[in-house]
């Protein structure tokens, strides 16, 4: 038998081109194929406000906005989101200017240990992108995917109502515009 080095022993793989706005700002980076959007968010780019909940998209402590939309970033090939608009919770505000989301849930104190407000805040402004949501029991059911284990939903569903307004008009739609 022939000695292998270790970097013979590992196989390599192509890492693949990734190009999209985050955050407001145009990102080309290369990426392994099986990245996760959560994996490359938190340990590529430093972005740790998406938080690791289940890992298996049932708690939605990891979503973000994909072209105005609420995904699980848990669930999502980063390859996938090629030439998207991504918004995270840090690209919610307007530098110093909080989204209305945002202020509503320090209003409310929509939050307890906070560890599920990133991704609760984001789910808000993705149901209020939706336009669906017109009732509280609306908003409950559009939020079920988003779990709090300190049980502050009432105070987040207030939060979401007072803010659904503002977001609905296009206010503070995120990625720093």
Known sequence: MSATTPDA??????RLPL??????????LEILPWTTLL????????LVGTKKGCDHGQC???????????????????????????VTVEGLANGEELHPM?????????FQCGYCTPGQIC????????????TS????????????RCGAYNNIRDAIEEALPA???????????
């Open 19 to 28: 190009g999209l706005t985050l955050n407001g700002q145009e990102r080309q």
């Open 102 to 110: 945002q202020r509503a849930f320090i209003k409310h104190d929509a």
């Open 137 to 148: 029991e609306q908003i409950r059911e559009g939020m079920s995917g988003n779990l709090c």
């Open 60 to 86: 939605g402590a990891c979503t973000v906005l994909l072209n105005g939309k609420r995904v699980n970033a848990c669930l999502t090939l980063a390859v996938m989101c090629d030439g998207a608009d991504l």
């Open 167 to 177: 977001c609905m008009q296009g206010v503070g739609q995120g990625g720093g515009q």
């Open 123 to 134: 789910s808000a402004v993705g149901l209020a992108n939706e336009g669906r949501a017109q």
């Open 9 to 14: 022993a590992q196989p390599s793989f192509a």
């Open 39 to 46: 994996d490359l968010l938190r340990e590529q780019l430093d």
